[in-house]
């Protein structure tokens, strides 16, 4: 089994210093997801590392050597660094949030809605309040990946699914269904149907909790 994280040496893209990250190892094994498909055994200790922030610029993002070319001149503007400096959120969050700008800002809504997720999902773990307000704005972010053709899963299915479990888990019942409907129809292989299935009962018992997918063979 591959070990879940790494220590990288990474150069920041915006202002070329060096530092060395804790990463999540791209081939390591992960169990199983739930349907907004966060790792589930993986998550928590992988979470604080799905998103870097460098000491010296204080950009974020999921790789601090990549960046968009607009990035240099957002990261240092008074709405970045206001996100990164709102203690009404846990630390964790505001960097995620703060890379979610930096997509937004750059037309990467469906990377955008990502960090904004974990920044919820982190919130959740904390019990925050904000984990709520962290959920609208990811899905905020992938209503506009949609409007932009740009895929939030991977495949129009997963999209649907994803999008779904984010709504009703936000208290969104009939949105939340819009979405699963939409996956139903797209749904072409048995295990499909079995999580969306799931996704059905847990907005028909209005259950917010996670729940994880059943495996997934195909
Ligand atoms: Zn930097």
Not at 26 to 47: F, K, N, Q, T, V
Not at 86 to 114: I, V
Not at 132 to 158: D, I, K, P
Request: a neutral charge; proline letters at 3%.
């Amino acid at each position: 089994m591959q070990q879940a994280l790494l220590r990288d040496a990474r150069q920041c893209a915006v202002c070329t210093n060096t530092t060395t990250y804790t990463c999540v190892n791209p081939r390591a094994h992960i169990e199983g997801i739930d349907i907004d498909s966060r790792p589930y055994e993986l998550s928590i200790i992988a979470l604080p590392y799905w998103v870097q922030q460098c000491g010296t610029c204080r950009h974020c993002g999921v790789d601090v050597r990549t960046v968009h070319p607009d990035a240099r001149a957002i990261v240092k503007t008074t709405a970045y660094l206001a996100i990164l400096n709102d203690t009404g959120y846990p630390f964790l969050a505001r960097e995620y949030l703060a890379a979610a700008h930096l997509c937004r800002m750059t037309e990467r809504y469906a990377e955008a809605g990502w960090h904004a997720l974990r920044a919820a999902w982190k919130c959740e773990d904390m019990l925050h309040p904000m984990a709520g307000f962290c959920r609208t704005s990811a899905l905020q972010a992938f209503e506009l990946a949609l409007q932009h053709e740009q895929s939030v899963g991977v495949n129009a299915f997963e999209s649907a699914l994803i999008i779904g479990d984010v709504w009703r888990r936000n208290g969104d019942n009939a949105t939340a269904a819009r979405f699963c409907q939409q996956a139903q129809l797209m749904a072409e292989h048995a295990s499909q149907r079995v999580v969306t299935q799931q996704l059905s009962d847990a907005i028909a018992t209005s259950q917010r909790g996670r729940i994880q997918r059943s495996v997934i063979t195909n």
